[in-house]
């Protein structure tokens, strides 16, 4: 089954657009965990088994695992949603990008050691930067294109002189996605829920991509602006929350308390839609 296969199957099943992220960082971990780094595999189950029929995907932040030498328990938890959770697909938030021979390293890392089923790329390389992961049948790649953050305009906001219409740079990528990138169907776009008029002129440009959307929940995006923007009946959206839901409490109780929230911002999403 593709990567995108699995996402229309998993909307139809959990009837959600909500992304659980996995960020997991063992300082805010509850007191039985805290401080513990072995333990982040422990913490990223329970969040999963916690709210596995209420997500359209799941994504681990790669930089979280990485920071504490935890990528064998990434693997570890990549293996665990696979066995228990695998009707949800999983991205890989990796934000790779480099030169050919370094990206298809990059993809088998992702694809082959880590199973993931999309992975985040950078675009900022070009094609022959992108071409390496496509070459994984079935395979998801979510190209940046409008992030989350303020300073995503410092780029991305340009314009491209000497490109018809001098689209802004996050335009170019939105086309480029929607067209020649797009060799066999398997990309998608990242943009900021924190940015709803760029989700809705992204959509216009792009309209039958997967849009990945982070910034509901912690960076304070819009729930409803933001399916406003994107939702379209045949164009996965795919609206992410890590934050809010891992930690939404601090207490022992933080799984319970991170499915109360995943079905607070499920149900916030779901209610949004046309
Ligand atoms: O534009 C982007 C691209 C990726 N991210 C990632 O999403 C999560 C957001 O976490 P919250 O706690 O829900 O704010 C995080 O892993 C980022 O690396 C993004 O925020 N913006």
Not at 67 to 92: C, F, S, W, Y
Not at 185 to 197: D, S
Not at 221 to 240: C, Q, S
Request: aromatic content about 8%.
């Amino acid at each position: 089954m593709t990567f995108l296969d699995k996402l229309r199957a998993v909307e139809r099943q959990n009837g959600s657009l909500l992304c659980v992220g996995l960020d997991p960082e063992p300082t805010k971990f509850p007191a039985l965990l805290k401080g513990d780094a072995s333990k982040i595999y422990d913490f990223c189950a329970r969040i999963v088994d916690a709210t596995a029929d209420l997500a359209i995907a799941f994504k681990p932040q790669i930089a979280y695992f990485a920071a504490h030498r935890a990528e064998d328990q990434l693997e570890q938890l990549m293996e665990h949603m696979r066995r228990n959770a695998p009707h949800v697909p999983t991205i890989l938030d990796a934000k790779r990008g480099d030169i050919g021979s370094t990206a298809e390293q990059y993809a088998r890392e992702a694809f082959e050691r880590y199973g993931a089923d999309a992975v985040t790329l950078s675009p900022f390389m070009g094609f022959d930067s992108v071409e390496p992961y496509l070459r994984h049948q079935g395979k998801g790649a979510f190209l940046l294109c409008r992030t989350s953050n303020p300073g995503g305009a410092d780029l991305q906001g340009q314009r491209l002189a000497g490109i018809e219409g001098e689209p802004f740079l996050y335009e170019h990528v939105a086309k480029l996605a929607q067209g020649p990138w797009n060799l066999n169907g398997q990309l998608g776009l990242v943009v900021g829920a924190t940015y709803p008029a760029e989700i809705e002129r992204v959509r216009t440009l792009a309209p039958t991509v997967p849009l990945l959307i982070p910034g509901v929940g912690a960076q304070g995006g819009d729930a409803v602006a933001t399916v406003r923007a994107g939702w379209r009946p045949d164009a996965p959206i795919i609206v992410n929350s890590s934050r809010a839901i891992c930690y939404a409490s601090a207490g022992e109780d933080f799984a319970e308390a991170a499915r109360r929230e995943a079905i607070r911002t499920r149900d916030a999403l779901q209610a949004a839609r046309p």
